[in-house]
């Protein structure tokens, strides 16, 4: 009975409580919904919607088996396309939001459960005047600005999936699309096409996600915006351990274990990216490199994290504005760190590799600075700086032991070297 209090529906698959399957309870319109320990075989989709929390007992006990079905656990708020056409003026203290070549009306004139994004933060639209004039629930606090690019569609609210295993599916195993204020936590998902692919959602914490042996990748992140994501073990997947695609900001990552997968540990491939910050990351054996961000990003930060022996580099950077703090980058097959960005800053990095790892730090980009640093027993260089590299400051650091010499310098304009160890 204290279960049946606490929750709108109990599962049991011996029939002892209210349904024997997940589907059936969602079916029914329950929003409260826990999970008692067994393996559910479920064949088709579960959709689930906004505001339903769905606990499992025990993470490793409590299991939803798709049975190698093309079937999911997914909320999906049906928002079909994002609008994004046009720019907006907001004022400090005014709910009305001002659009220049916007097409507010006849875009979500069906949706419901609207919302704005502006600054990456979401707010809900009271209403829609025309396709130039919204109004917020609540006054916009901020300062007023215009010019603004924006995100409107309609989202769910308050999903929570906790404490489960989901398995074996031949297409994704949980999808997100359109959500926001999401917890996810104490997750383990393997055995599906994709694990887990978070599309268009904002202002969400993944924490404690567990996912292996996908088909594809282990965490897919398009277009969010605004989250955290804290202890993810991305391990053993065909692809990459995490892919980020489409336009995301404002992402932070604490304690990422990213290793074993057939491509990279980290694959930051969006279309724009900015604000990214990983914190203690591990990149182990992976296929290609431990951590790849395409040249579409700014603002990234990869901080003591530690990527050693993947198939290529430790680590890729051909955005602009990486800071690299504290990292190790050690027997990677071709180059420890490869920055062939621009605006790079590496402070406090080590690595070491010998015959298994050619090259320490490699500079293709402007403006980078290396300072404080320690790379070591390098098979050819510590430091190269590529005929594309310009204006790299290298400073403080020790570069001893390289097999050819400590520093190859093939650019454009001449470093500086301050204090080398």
């Known amino acids: 009975m204290v279960l049946q209090n606490l929750y709108d529906a109990v599962i049991d698959g011996n029939n002892l409580y209210d349904f024997p399957l997940p589907s059936l309870a969602i079916a029914a319109g329950a929003k409260r919904i826990y999970i008692r320990p067994g393996t559910y075989n479920e064949s088709k989709t579960i959709s689930v919607p906004q505001g339903t929390t769905i606990t499992g007992a025990q993470v490793d006990s409590t299991i939803i088996d798709f049975g190698g079905n093309n079937a999911s656990l997914v909320s999906d708020s049906g928002y079909g396309t994002s609008v994004t056409n046009g720019t907006i ?5 005014s709910a009305t939001v001002v659009g220049t070549g916007t097409t507010f009306l006849t875009s979500l004139v069906t949706a419901t459960g609207k919302y704005i994004v502006i600054d990456k933060n979401s707010y809900i639209i009271s209403s829609i005047t025309n396709d130039t004039t919204l109004v917020l629930a609540y006054p916009f606090r901020g300062r007023t600005r215009s010019g603004l690019s924006y995100k409107a569609l309609a989202m769910y609210s308050g999903l929570e999936v906790l404490n489960l295993t989901i398995r074996n599916s031949t297409s994704v195993g949980l999808r997100l699309s359109g959500n926001r204020r999401v917890r996810v936590s104490n997750v ?10 978070m599309q268009d959602c904002i202002e969400s914490v993944v924490k404690s996600l567990n996912s292996s042996q996908s088909t594809v990748a282990g965490l897919s992140l398009i277009s969010v915006d605004s989250s955290n994501f804290k202890d993810l073990f991305l391990l053993n997947n065909v692809s990459d351990g995490l892919v ?3 336009d995301c900001s404002g992402l932070r990552l ?5 290793a074993n997968n057939g491509a990279n540990g980290v694959n930051l491939n969006a279309t724009q990216l900015s604000n990214f910050g990983l914190t203690g990351g591990t990149f182990f054996d992976n296929v290609a490199n431990g951590f790849l961000c395409n040249a579409n990003a700014s603002n990234v930060t990869l901080a003591f994290t530690d990527a050693e022996s993947n198939g290529d580099t430790g680590a890729t950077f051909a955005g602009n504005n990486g800071t690299f703090s504290g990292c190790t980058f050690s027997f990677n097959v071709n180059v420890g760190l490869d920055v062939p960005g621009n605006d790079c800053v590496v402070q406090g990095c080590n690595g070491t590799g010998g015959a298994n790892q050619p090259i320490g730090v490699r500079f293709s980009g402007m403006r980078g600075v290396m300072t404080g640093s320690s790379f070591t027993n390098n098979g050819t ?3 190269n700086l590529t005929a594309t590299a310009q204006m790299v400051l290298v400073a403080t650091s020790n570069l ?3 097999g050819d010499t400590q520093i190859q310098d093939d650019s454009y304009a001449s470093y500086t070297s301050l204090n080398m160890l």
């Not at 003026?89 to 203290?93: I, R």
């Not at 383990?188 to 692919?197: D, G, Y």
């Not at 604490?254 to 990213?258: H, L, P, Q, T, Y």
Request: aromatic letters at 0%; a positive charge.
């Open 254 to 258: 604490r304690s990422v274990d990213a």
């Open 381 to 383: 260089n510590s430091v």
């Open 188 to 197: 383990v998902i393997r055995n599906c096409a994709t694990n887990m692919v």
């Open 400 to 402: 001893s032991g390289a």
């Open 89 to 93: 003026a907001v004022t400090q203290g």
């Open 244 to 246: 980020v695609t489409g």
